[in-house]
């Protein structure tokens, strides 16, 4: 984090900035149960935050640029697909923050965007994250990690863990987390695609496929998080990843299923649909398979973009 603000307990004058980098996240093991009386699905899951990287800066505004009330700007990849008014969880961050630590939010967001938007890699969820420590550094706000947190699951079910980062294990909705200590590094070669499939659309496709006896709830962990604890090799890690909303994500975008067969021909050691999808990841041996992956991946086309990723980095509160 960069802090370009001074005083240890007035808030920052108008003009002062905090940025804070935000990584995405995957999830390893996505086992989604039954939905709950709230419309939720109870999970199991183990998030892994990964080496792509928002930037959130945040900044007071002052009276001469515009005083109280929230401004949102975006750049990067993606970024005139997505809100600037208060659908923006980003804002709703702000709002929270400044709710919680009884301030006018007079603060101007910006969000370099370098996660793949719309994805599966919780981008939204990750700025939210970033956004929340950010104004609370802003506005020097008094604040423990619960209600930190309490105010995170107040967004969405993944932005508790982004703010961790690293790797948990995570119950409930998603929102109760268990960190785990991970004994190695991964590499991945992420393939965004031009399709979308909203995260709800997903959820209830797979409910419909249930009713059709199709999947089941994939509820132990316990495979995958000692092998991350042991720091396995890749090639073990490939036999242990999981997602349950794999096939629903296939059935509502069936080109899934040839990025992912391109990919294993390509050489990966495993083809994984990042959350509820469209992105998807390709596991590799080491950084150098992954380069070698990837430009394979970008000659064959089929994909919007193909990036390198590492897992796992820690998250903007770790
Ligand atoms: O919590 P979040 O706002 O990110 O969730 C978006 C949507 O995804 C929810 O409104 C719900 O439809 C679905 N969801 C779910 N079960 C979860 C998490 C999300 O059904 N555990």
Partial sequence: MNEQSSGQTAPAA?????????????NPHL?????????YHELSTVYQAISLYDT????????????PGIEL???????????????NLAVRAAKLMALYAEVEP?????LNKRIPVAGGLAGGSADAAA?????????????????????AAGLGSDVPFCLNGGTAVGSGRGEELR????????????ATTETQISTPECYKEVDRLREDGIGRFSADVEPIVRAFEAGVGADVLAHLLVNDMEAAAVSLRPQLASLMHGGLEEGALAAHVSGSGPTVLFLASDVKHAVA???RLRMRGGARSIHLARGPVPGPAA
Avoid: N
Avoid at 56 to 67: A, F, N, S
Avoid at 106 to 110: E, G, K, L, W
Avoid at 131 to 151: H, P, Q, S, Y
Avoid at 179 to 190: I, K, L, N, P, R
């Fill in 14 to 26: 108008p003009g002062a900035a905090v940025s804070v980098d935000v990584p995405a996240k995957i």
């Fill in 31 to 39: 086992g989604v149960g039954g939905a709950r009386a709230d419309g």
């Fill in 56 to 67: 959130v800066t945040v900044e007071r505004r002052g009276e001469e640029g515009g005083g």
């Fill in 73 to 87: 700007t975006l750049s990067g990849e993606g970024a005139d697909l997505l809100p600037t008014g208060e659908d």
């Fill in 106 to 110: 007079d603060v101007r967001i910006h």
């Fill in 131 to 151: 956004t929340l420590v950010a104004c609370a550094r802003l506005w020097r706000v008094e604040i423990g990690d619960a209600e930190l947190r309490r105010l």
């Fill in 179 to 190: 960190q785990v200590e991970s004994g190695g590094t991964w590499h991945w070669v992420v």
């Fill in 293 to 295: 992956l990837a430009r």
